[in-house]
């Protein structure tokens, strides 16, 4: 650890004092760089890295797959009882990543000792510095292979086991046998998830693989991701309480919920605020998450410095999320794009975008949009996400896209007019959502809606929030008392949504004042939209923990809020 340490340091030193040339031009290539290479099924490193987190994956599988009676909140030491099975790799890929600092190859350095001289006193050469190690691969969980003792004991024990656990056995020999991963080696060689995708055969992993980008349907009957995700989800009790039962609303068949959340990444008390926040996304129990502002970093964790830790001590936030909510029975498919990086004084940190689907995700692709490293602004790595998902019931493909834009105008509009593109290369309907940082007469946000051209073009995007609130103020006979009576609710009962402003920012101290958070729909005939709520900005959220809120910034004195973003969610009925 302290051979990191240092070497960190030099890193830190070597990037103070070495001297660049940085493009003032927009450029797609700087950031986060580096070329993808095949791995063989019998390669010593992707294996060492399965045996260091082998337990930690069939963890997660557990936590997919079972149904909480309890949920478990931030008591990383719980005691899970889950088998342990064999993985093998059934092909996979690998990424060394580099920083690039202005897109023309100049990339974070480090020293490198290459000799001594005749005076003893060692050598060094600058070289580029590998931030990290994305190990894109296709499991298969061999269920006929388990080893752990202490599951088959737990299982014998009729005074600790139940039937619950036994039909969660069931379920783990049977289901999800195979993964789609991608894993992260940090620059210390910590480990993380960055994707989980889940599927029950070898023909549903195939299927996966062969997608692509034609986004076409499936027109056979083949009982394609035939997910216990269906089993969980939509039975159970309905309503919010999430103890005793699978919790959360349920979402009707012909219709689909979709949200956009901005998590605010680590800032102070992220241990509280998760649960908030886990518990906002539970009442609603949206179909499909995208989140913004997730965050990586090898040193901001609950967890002492150690290469395997607990559930719920992972450093991705991505992880702690995703533990909350498969605690709550809210059983998601995730993936992460980290965009951004950060050099703090305590290591670099990640930060970036996340899909969640309760549905298959049968393809995920990104590009970068573009930037001005030189200007401040438009420093930060921007990037687009996108995840193809199937709505098995429909046999229909949903192309959901999330980013977070630039802060400056010029790059926003660059932002807008890449993402739009982007999109546009995919079959319809779309859903694009995200913190696009912008107020709806930004020149970007008239551009997606079609109200502002650049480079001769203009978008067609519906913005749902426009949709249904202009469509509540037209149904109410007197428009003037109804607004008057919105303008006198605005801050004082946050319970309904602000269809006068709907401001999404900030919300601390319960007065969001800005609409910088959108979710959109392709102007198409698949989806309509039903409803929307703006949630995460009211101030009867009781704080955890009274000395956490007394050093943050998050909250008042009696209140703590899960982001300083409101989360925003569509309800869609599905008309093919």
Request: with cysteine.
């Amino acid at each position: 650890m302290i051979k990191n340490k240092i070497l960190f340091l030099i890193i830190v030193i070597v990037l103070n004092n070495f001297v660049i040339l940085i493009n003032s031009y927009p450029t797609t290539s700087a950031g986060i760089v580096g070329e993808y290479e095949s791995l063989s099924i019998g390669s010593k490193e992707i294996n060492n890295v399965l045996g260091q987190l082998k337990s930690n994956i069939n963890l997660n599988r557990y936590f997919f797959l079972n149904n909480f009676k309890t949920t478990q909140n931030l008591n990383i030491k719980a005691k899970y009882f889950f088998p342990i099975y064999q993985i093998d790799l059934v092909e996979g890929k690998k990424q060394v990543q580099y920083l690039s600092l202005n897109g023309d190859g100049e990339n974070l350095k480090t020293r490198q000792p290459v000799s001594n001289n005749r005076n003893g006193y060692p050598q060094y050469q600058l070289v580029d510095f590998p931030i990290g190690t994305v190990y894109d691969i296709s499991v298969y969980m061999d269920t006929n292979i388990q080893t752990s003792k202490t599951y088959e004991s737990f299982l014998r024990n009729e005074s600790l086991s139940t039937s619950n656990d036994y039909k969660t056995k069931k379920l783990l020999d049977e289901k999800c046998t195979y993964l789609k991963l991608k894993l992260f080696k940090d620059y210390l060689g910590l480990l993380s998830t960055q994707q989980f995708l889940c599927f029950d055969s070898f023909e549903d992993l195939v299927n996966n693989n062969k997608q692509g980008n034609d986004g076409i349907k499936h027109q056979n009957n083949q009982d394609l991701f035939d997910s216990t995700i269906s089993n969980l989800q939509y039975t159970g009790n309905s309503g919010n309480s999430h103890i005793g039962g699978r919790g959360g609303v349920q979402n009707a068949v012909n219709q689909i919920k979709v949200m956009s959340y901005n998590t605010w990444n680590f800032n102070d008390p992220w241990r509280e605020r998760r649960v908030k926040m886990a518990d906002v996304i539970l009442n609603e129990s949206p179909d499909i998450i995208c989140f913004q502002e997730i965050r990586y970093s090898s040193w901001t964790s609950e967890a002492p410095f150690k290469s395997s830790v607990r559930k719920g001590e992972e450093r991705n936030q991505v992880q702690h999320i995703w533990k909350l909510l498969s605690e709550r029975n809210q059983k998601y498919h995730f993936t992460y794009l980290p965009s951004m990086v950060y050099n703090t004084n305590t290591g670099l940190q990640f930060e970036g975008l996340a899909i969640f689907s309760k549905h298959p995700i049968t393809d995920i692709s990104s590009i970068k949009l573009s930037r001005e490293v030189m200007n401040a602004d438009d420093a930060h790595q921007r990037s687009l996400l996108r995840a193809q998902v199937y709505l098995k019931q429909h046999d229909l493909n949903i192309n959901v896209f999330t980013s977070h834009f630039s802060l400056e105008a010029e790059g926003s509009k660059r932002n807008a007019y890449e993402s739009l593109k982007y999109i546009n290369e995919f079959p319809k309907p779309h859903l694009f959502m995200g913190d696009l940082n912008l107020e709806p007469s930004a020149n970007a946000i008239q551009y997606l809606i079609g109200d502002y051209e650049i480079n001769n073009h203009a978008g067609n995007l519906k913005d749902t929030w426009m949709e249904y609130s202009s469509r509540k103020l037209e149904e109410n006979s007197n428009q003037d008392i109804y607004l008057d009576q919105l303008r006198n609710q605005v801050h004082s009962d946050c319970k309904i949504t602000d269809y006068l402003n709907g401001y999404t920012f900030p919300t601390l101290y319960g007065a969001p004042n800005k609409r910088i958070d959108y979710l959109f729909r392709s102007n198409d005939n698949n989806l309509k939209v039903l409803d929307f709520h703006i949630k995460g900005r009211c101030k009867e959220i009781p704080a955890l923990s009274s000395s956490s809120s007394k050093t943050s910034t998050n909250s008042d004195s009696n209140h703590l809020y899960p982001s300083d973003h409101t989360s925003i969610v569509t309800t869609f009925e599905i008309l093919n």
